[in-house]
């Protein structure tokens, strides 16, 4: 087994994180895994500049996770006080997904959290649609909170609806 090493992104991995989320969020080459929205979603997942402002920000850290230096997958924890840390933006390669690399990102998210922003609970949103991703999490202990919050629908730089019937469901696990 080839060993997964987890560091945090640099300006100079925005090209290659950008192509990375890109490819396994839209389009028919996301479509080589399980974890696509190209059914819900058109256009960008995100952008150079987007991820450039999480880089820059001291209290968001993209870790990124590679194999013998070949870039495999990301994922982004985000401070958000009094003990919340968000994880967004888990992203494997489709061709690597179904390989225990998701779970492991979620591990080093959470072990980021509580040593770099001392948090004791992890927070996400997942597209409502997404039933067998919101069922992975599940499995990873995470749970339904009840909430729900809009998707940005009219917002390109998060991609084209395929549908107006978008929103987010919040899920948390104490960490």
């Not at 945090?8 to 974890?35: F, I, K, N, Q």
């Not at 994880?87 to 492991?104: E, I, K, M, S």
Request: aromatic share 6%.
């Amino acid at each position: 087994m080839t060993a997964t090493t987890f560091r945090p992104a640099a300006s100079s991995d925005v090209a290659g994180l950008h192509r990375l989320v890109e490819s396994a969020y839209r389009g028919d080459a996301a479509r080589a895994g399980w974890t696509h929205e190209a059914d819900l979603l058109g256009g960008q997942r995100t952008d150079q500049d987007e991820l450039l402002e999480i880089i820059a920000d001291a209290s968001r850290v993209i870790l990124l996770a590679e194999v013998e230096g070949v870039l495999t997958g990301c994922v982004q924890v985000a401070d958000q006080g009094e003990g919340l840390a968000y994880l967004g933006l888990l992203t494997v390669d489709p061709t690597r997904q179904a390989g225990g690399l998701g779970r492991r990102l979620i591990d080093a998210a959470e072990a980021e959290a509580v040593s770099r922003f001392a948090a004791t609970r992890m927070e996400m949103t997942v597209i409502r649609q997404r039933t067998e991703l919101i069922a992975w999490y599940e499995r990873r202990g995470y749970r339904l909170t009840g909430d729900t919050r809009p998707f940005p629908l009219d917002d390109e730089r998060f991609g084209l609806p395929q549908t107006r019937a978008l929103e987010f469901v919040v899920m948390d696990k104490a960490l």
